[in-house]
Every structure is written in C-alpha cells, then in structure tokens.
C-alpha cells in the first residue's frame, strides 16, 4: 500500500525523506505568498503541484517569485539537513546561493516538463507563471519606459528557443521519478568548492553526497526492482552539472539589463553581480 511504502521509505531513505517533506513546504510557501499577492480567494488546500494553474510571466512577477523561493530555503535547508543551522550566516549565504543557481533552473525544468509536456520552449519562471518566447511582449509588459523592447524580444525569444529547449529535451527523455528529483536537489546543495567553505563543511557534504547515493541505490534496488540502473544513475547525476547555470544566467540577466528591462534593484541581477 501507500501507507506501507511511505514508511519504507522514511526507514530506508531517512534524507530523501526529509527532502520531500522539505521541497512540499517550499512550494507550500510559494504558493500560499503568491495567493495572497494576487489576492487570490482561492482556497490554498486546493492549490497542489500537480495541479497548478499557470500563467504566462512579466519581469515582475519573476521577480517576485525569486524572492519568494529564496526566502524558503534558509528553512528548507535547516530541516533537511540539521548541521546548517550551526553554520555561519555567511557560509549559510555562501551555500544557499550555490545551491540555488542550480536548484532553481533545475526545478524550472522539472516542473514544466510535468505542466507542459508539449511545449518545449516553456520554461517555469515562478510557482505559476511560465516564460516562452512567443510571449516576450507579456514578459515585457512591465518594465520600464526605457526598455529596448525589439532586442529584448529577441534575447528572450533565442533563450525560449535555445536554452529552454536543450533543458526540456534532457529532462523529458530521462524523466526523473520525484524520487530521483529530491535525491537530485539534495547532492546539488552540497556540490561545493572547497574554496567557499571550511574543511569541515567540505567533509560534511562528502558524507551527505554518499548518504543520498546510497539512498538512491537502496531505493532502485528495493522500490523499482532493478538490478541494472548504473547507466540511468550516472546520467541523473549528469544533471547536478547541466544545471549549474550561474554563468549563463549572469549572462542573460547583464543583457537584460544592458537593455533596460529592468534596474539595478531586480533580484536576481543583484545576486549576480555579487
């Protein structure tokens, strides 16, 4: 039954657990915010992520969105693992914001390969809203007066068509089980560059990075009955690199910005320019 699997699962695999009980409260959060942004009546126990409705995004509520999803993650991260907590607000800092610009396209991806199977160029720019490039007219409905719209058309239009795509045929030929997602989100949060952190950190996510690999191992092997899944393990794990997407949104978000779509206090340009 169910019932019976989720209790196996809880024993077994103890950190996807938490991770799944974690990235629920994450999209709790971002759901519930962004109704009462909309001033949305909606009942909020309705509002699951599976069924979400959503709806074409502006730079705004992309924005918005962001501050959201980032917001959660302080939390998100202590639940999950209770060594953060301890940790300095700058190492916090430094370990959120690695995570995040590999967590946030990833689950971009994730998510509107479930919500748009059939629309390839579609990315999810927030909890409910989606970007693509035949809507960069909307996209831009909201930025300032100055904004270069033909060339910001086109930016956006390429990234739909580019970026989008490459992401969206990867993720739709391998089609990660959620299971595999939250083991896939937990080994990204500790993909860290011994540079940025303490050793003590370091050997931390070594361990954790093992953990979750063992998880996994036990959850193809007792769950899905597999013997065989070296392949399918080492191409999930391709994902923590593909995803890493800092320099290519920094590239993006200085073009953005290099045309007027926004100033310099948009989330998301200020991150990278830090």
């Not at 490459?166 to 391998?174: D, G, Q, S, V, W």
């Amino acid at each position: 039954s169910g019932f019976r699997n989720l209790c196996i699962s809880s024993n077994h695999r103890p950190i996807i657990s938490r991770l799944r009980d974690s990235y629920k409260f994450v999209c709790n959060i971002k759901s519930f915010v962004i109704i009462k942004f909309q001033n949305d009546e909606s009942n909020p126990i309705d509002q699951r992520t599976e069924t979400t409705q959503f709806f074409p995004a502006t730079i705004g509520s992309m924005d918005t969105a962001k501050r959201v999803f980032l917001s959660a993650l302080i939390p998100f991260a202590s639940s999950v693992f209770p060594e953060f907590g301890s940790f300095d607000d700058q190492e916090q800092k430094t370990i959120i914001m690695n995570f995040w610009f590999r967590f946030h396209p990833f689950e971009a991806t994730y998510r509107a390969d479930k919500a748009f199977p059939d629309h390839m160029d579609r990315d999810a720019g927030g909890y409910t809203t989606y970007i693509c490039g035949d809507l960069a007219d909307f996209f831009l409905s909201d930025c300032p007066d100055a904004v270069r719209v033909e060339d910001a058309k086109k930016l956006i239009s390429k990234t739909s068509k580019v970026s989008f795509t490459k992401n969206r045929e990867f993720i739709a030929r391998l089609k990660p089980h959620h299971e595999e997602f939250l083991a896939v989100i937990g080994i990204m949060f500790w993909t860290l560059e011994s540079r940025l952190v303490s050793e003590e950190t370091i050997q931390l996510s070594d361990r954790y990075r093992h953990d979750i690999l063992q998880e996994l191992h036990v959850y193809y092997r007792e769950e899905l009955g597999m013997d065989d899944y070296a392949a399918r393990l080492g191409e999930l794990l391709t994902l923590v690199q593909i995803f890493e997407k800092f320099e290519v949104m920094k590239e993006f978000f200085e073009l953005l910005r290099l045309l007027d779509v926004f100033s310099d206090d948009n989330l998301a340009y200020k991150l990278i320019k830090e």
